[in-house]
């Protein structure tokens, strides 16, 4: 009876409460005290400000992370930069050129890929609708959203091959779009950068070299026309930024990753407090616990043995310990395991890539001096002498790829991607890794994008 | 809105049937329509939160949420249908219910694919899934004279569940975690037809035929998380001052092995497995149910072991149990201890989880093993387990005393 007597009560409730639903004017609801929704985010430009902020913020709060190791290690196992001292299989997997689609550093790169370009989308949106940020403001965060987004895209296209092409916060339609053609991706690539480099200013917003500028914009516009192989304008844009009074290449080798280095472009401030004294989450891994002990990440013999002799940046940019009498190297491009107060930020982009990017440019389009000019240039930075004046086309390519190799090592995986857009990548990792293939240029396409996306297929080679 | 409807009938006063030993009567039935409110304030709006630490000075805001305008109520049909029988001046008790869940409409986190920028939001998932089932009590006074008395109770449950429909299933992504008609609770997987004799590497049902192992083409369902029936038989048996209670559990279900999910290392790799392994594949011709071990990331026995194996019926099985959840003996002293004023003393030894029967090859039976919340498909209706400490064995001999 008891059971029946509450049925009767709900019974009666509601037919009570049937007249009141059923009234004609909804109720207005005033927005939430304790949630910041996106109308208020873009009411003025202090908040607006912050919206951008957020993106860098999270690229490099932890260890393994988009804006640290996740973007420089990984590729670098792949190549024949540095590997891992020790065995564990999600590393193994990119050191054999054998990754599983299960692969926890593929998902997280992909994961984290994704939201920071729903992050910058979002940016854009609020932007478009606001009417409170100023238009300073409004064209400075509109230039780095777009940065950012095309920033992502550029290494998704460069690892996965076609990824979705997503434009906006439209989620519903965004969790099941298919694949882009890789070409189109690139296209979106650079209109991005493109209008980062008209948005944004020369200055850069803050007193550091931590949020993208105009050269930002510009020197990854000329990268990307590299990749695609648009000789004149990766040439062009190159000149824009070498010419730029801010940046200089530093004589001292040991100054050039230290915090707004004038050879900064973009660099990542370190904002973790949760590992005390990190200030770059790469020198916290590589730079051993004690001056004399053993390094956890060692550099290819083959990566060694690359430099002449006399290299000033053998000398300063790596360091060596010896262990059951072997002398083994680790890069040192960053010195510093912990310290404080912090001295070295996460270089993104430096000035030396563009005498790099010209030269290669110049290379292609014929123009042989000019492009040695710009070598050498980078070579006596390192203390060696100058290129021969009789190389010919094939040889001054080649001396731009062994360039690259020596002045970029270890950094945000320019040698993996030099060896993949060269076509050469198969032929001179072989002897280090026998098991490579074709297929393993591409990376798979995370296990868990593609349960939950039909429309994804995965790449060659990979199941 | 609940439109709720209640109605019961007592057999007894009518007399209807007539049988000496129907000692009391009744049939009820409930229907009802509920909607739900256990949800958050605000959460059709974007908004976006701190993005940890500052940057350059600035705190930094990241999206929190997505936009979400299309939010309604969810909406819970349930109907039961119940028959309580008494025999023999109510000795012996039986009651047998029947209940009809559908949900629609249901507000959960709903899976966004990564590519969205999102995994999840708040949403009114289109589907209509049904929780049915049969529930069984049985209690009955087998002897009562003074002395000895002697009580049985028995419980059973048998859940059923079905997806009834999902309006643009193909396209969502639960595309791989359901099928219309299926139990939302299934799981699916490759199906492990060995080890190849002349590799040691673990082979599986190629359904589609074309050589290749792949989720989209050669899934079928291997098993399911929801239990096929469980209850509990309790008995107390008590002589003068002396009580006995004995409760056992049982539980008829299928759950993940040792070597299920994504975390699970190749078979050499120095991680605890089952001793079963020691039965592995080694050399030319070996006929085994233990694949090749390896470590190595480029070898195919690690790539199969990491692709398929994990995810196959290899790794899933029986954890079906029956165990002995509680035995207590008590002894009444009261009458000792009335000299003291002390109204109720007891003394008691008490084991909890004493003896379990299974053939289940992974942790406990009972929370299926740490790997239960890398179940795939991850059930968004709430099955997911967080992992947690085995249920433990406990013996505790106590002294009480009321004033």
């Given at each position: 009876m008891q059971h029946n007597n509450k049925y009767f009560a709900f019974l009666l409730i509601s037919f009570i409460a049937i007249p009141f639903f059923g009234c004609k004017k909804y109720v207005e609801i005033p927005p939430p005290e304790n949630q910041l929704v996106t109308e208020n985010a873009f009411s003025d430009d202090r908040t607006a400000d912050a919206t951008m902020a957020g993106v860098y913020s999270i690229m490099n709060a932890y260890n393994y992370q988009f804006g640290n190791v996740l973007s420089s290690f990984m590729p670098a196992f792949g190549a024949d930069e540095f590997h891992y001292a020790f065995s564990t299989s999600s590393f193994d997997e990119f050191k054999n050129n054998s990754l599983t689609p299960d692969n926890s550093y593929i998902r997280s790169f992909w994961e984290s890929s994704y939201s920071f370009i729903y992050h910058a989308n979002a940016v854009i949106e609020g932007l478009q609708k606001s009417t409170g940020v100023s238009e300073a403001m409004k064209n400075q965060l509109m230039g780095e959203a777009k940065f950012v987004r095309g920033f992502c895209y550029f290494y998704l296209a460069n690892r996965f091959g076609d990824v979705p092409l997503i434009l906006n916060t439209d989620y519903k339609v965004n969790t099941s779009m298919p694949r882009t053609e890789k070409a189109k991706v690139m296209d979106a690539v650079v209109a991005d950068f493109s209008d980062a480099q008209t948005l944004l200013s020369d200055n850069y917003i803050s007193t550091e070299r931590?949020?993208?500028?105009?050269?930002?914009?510009?020197?990854?516009?000329?990268?990307?026309?590299?990749?695609?192989?648009?000789?004149?304008?990766?040439?062009?844009?190159?000149?824009?930024?070498?010419?730029?009074?801010?940046?200089?290449?530093?004589?001292?080798?040991?100054?050039?990753?230290?915090?707004?280095?004038?050879?900064?472009?973009?660099?990542?401030?370190?904002?973790?407090?949760?590992?005390?004294?990190?200030?770059?989450?790469?020198?916290?891994?590589?730079?051993?616990?004690?001056?004399?002990?053993?390094?956890?990440?060692?550099?290819?013999?083959?990566?060694?043995?690359?430099?002449?002799?006399?290299d000033a940046r053998f000398a300063n940019w790596t360091k060596s310990y010896v262990t059951g009498g072997k002398t083994y190297y680790f890069p040192y491009k960053y010195k510093i395991r912990t310290a404080t107060p912090v001295q070295e930020y996460t270089m993104v982009i430096?000035?030396?890539?563009?005498?790099?990017?010209?030269?290669?440019?110049?290379?292609?389009?014929?123009?042989?001096?000019?492009?040695?000019?710009?070598?050498?240039?980078?070579?006596?930075?390192?203390?060696?002498?100058?290129?021969?004046?009789?190389?010919?086309?094939?040889?001054?390519?080649?001396?731009?790829?062994?360039?690259?190799?020596?002045?970029?090592?270890?950094?945000?995986?320019?040698?993996w991607f030099d060896l993949i857009r060269t076509g050469k990548a198969v032929e001179v990792l072989k002897p280090i890794k026998p098991d490579i293939t074709v297929n393993d240029l591409v990376y798979p396409i995370p296990r868990s994008a593609m349960r939950t996306n039909p429309a994804l297929t995965q790449n060659e080679g990979y199941n | 809105m609940p439109y709720p409807l209640s109605l019961y009938w007592g057999l007894n006063s009518y007399n209807f049937f007539n049988i000496p030993a129907l000692s009391f009567g009744k049939i009820r039935m409930s229907y009802g329509t509920t909607g739900n409110d256990q949800i958050g304030d605000y959460q059709y709006l974007d908004s976006w939160a701190s993005a940890g630490f500052p940057y350059g000075g600035v705190s930094g805001l990241a999206p929190a949420r997505v936009y979400n305008p299309d939010y309604g109520w969810e909406v819970n049909k349930?109907?039961?249908?119940?028959?309580?029988?008494?025999?023999?001046?109510?000795?012996?008790?039986?009651?047998?219910?029947?209940?009809?869940?559908?949900?629609?409409?249901?507000?959960?986190?709903?899976?966004?694919?990564?590519?969205?920028?999102?995994?999840?939001?708040?949403?009114?998932?289109?589907?209509?899934?049904?929780?049915?089932?049969?529930?069984?009590?049985?209690?009955?006074?087998?002897?009562?004279?003074?002395?000895?008395?002697?009580?049985?109770?028995?419980?059973?449950?048998?859940?059923?569940?079905?997806?009834?429909?999902?309006?643009?299933?193909?396209?969502?992504?639960?595309?791989?975690?359901?099928?219309?008609?299926?139990?939302?609770?299934?799981?699916?997987?490759?199906?492990?037809?060995?080890?190849?004799?002349?590799?040691?590497?673990?082979?599986?049902?190629d359904v589609n035929k074309d050589g290749f192992y792949t989720e989209d083409d050669d899934y079928i369902v291997i098993g399911q998380t929801m239990p096929k029936f469980f209850g509990g038989l309790s008995n107390t048996i008590s002589y003068k001052n002396l009580t006995l209670d004995i409760f056992f559990q049982f539980v008829k279900q299928e759950a993940p092995l040792l070597d299920y999910g994504p975390l699970v290392g190749t078979i050499g790799s120095r991680i605890n497995k089952t001793t079963d392994v020691l039965g592995y594949w080694n050399g030319y011709g070996e006929q085994t149910e233990i694949p090749r071990p390896t470590t190595t990331t480029t070898e195919d026995a690690y790539k199969l072991f990491r692709n398929q194996y994990r995810y196959s019926d290899a790794a899933w099985g029986d954890a079906s149990y029956i165990r002995l959840k509680n035995v207590a003996i008590s002894y009444d002293l009261s009458k000792l201890t009335q000299a003291w004023k002390m109204q109720g003393t007891t003394i008691y030894v008490q084991g909890e989880n004493l003896v379990t029967f299974t053939k289940y090859k992974g942790l406990d039976p009972e929370i299926n093993g740490f790997d239960r919340r890398f179940v795939y498909p991850i059930n968004p209706f709430g099955s997911v387990k967080s992992p947690k400490l085995p249920v433990l064995r406990t013996l505790t001999i106590g002294l009480k005393f009321s004033l």
């Open positions: 931590i949020r993208p500028n105009k050269a930002a914009a510009t020197t990854m516009l000329a990268r990307t026309y590299l990749f695609l192989g648009k000789w004149n304008e990766a040439a062009t844009e190159a000149t824009k930024v070498i010419n730029n009074p801010k940046y200089h290449l530093l004589d001292n080798l040991n100054n050039v990753f230290l915090k707004n280095s004038e050879e900064a472009i973009w660099q990542l401030q370190s904002v973790n407090k949760s590992t005390a004294g990190v200030n770059t989450w790469e020198g916290f891994n590589l730079v051993p616990f004690s001056p004399t002990g053993r390094a956890y990440y060692n550099l290819y013999n083959e990566l060694v043995n690359a430099f002449e002799p006399g430096r000035f030396a890539e563009l005498y790099l990017i010209r030269a290669e440019a110049l290379t292609q389009q014929n123009k042989l001096d000019e492009a040695r000019a710009d070598l050498d240039v980078i070579r006596e930075r390192a203390e060696l002498s100058d290129l021969a004046v009789d190389l010919n086309k094939d040889q001054i390519l080649a001396a731009v790829a062994q360039e690259r190799r020596v002045e970029l090592f270890a950094e945000w995986g320019h040698r | 349930k109907f039961e249908a119940a028959i309580d029988l008494g025999f023999m001046d109510d000795k012996l008790l039986i009651s047998a219910g029947y209940y009809n869940n559908r949900s629609s409409n249901q507000l959960v986190g709903y899976t966004l694919s990564s590519q969205s920028g999102f995994t999840e939001y708040t949403a009114n998932l289109p589907a209509k899934v049904q929780n049915s089932g049969v529930e069984i009590d049985i209690s009955s006074t087998n002897v009562n004279n003074g002395n000895f008395q002697w009580n049985t109770s028995f419980n059973m449950s048998i859940p059923k569940n079905k997806l009834l429909s999902y309006p643009g299933l193909e396209s969502s992504s639960d595309a791989a975690s359901y099928e219309v008609g299926q139990s939302i609770r299934m799981i699916k997987g490759y199906h492990f037809t060995g080890v190849d004799p002349a590799t040691g590497n673990p082979m599986f049902l």
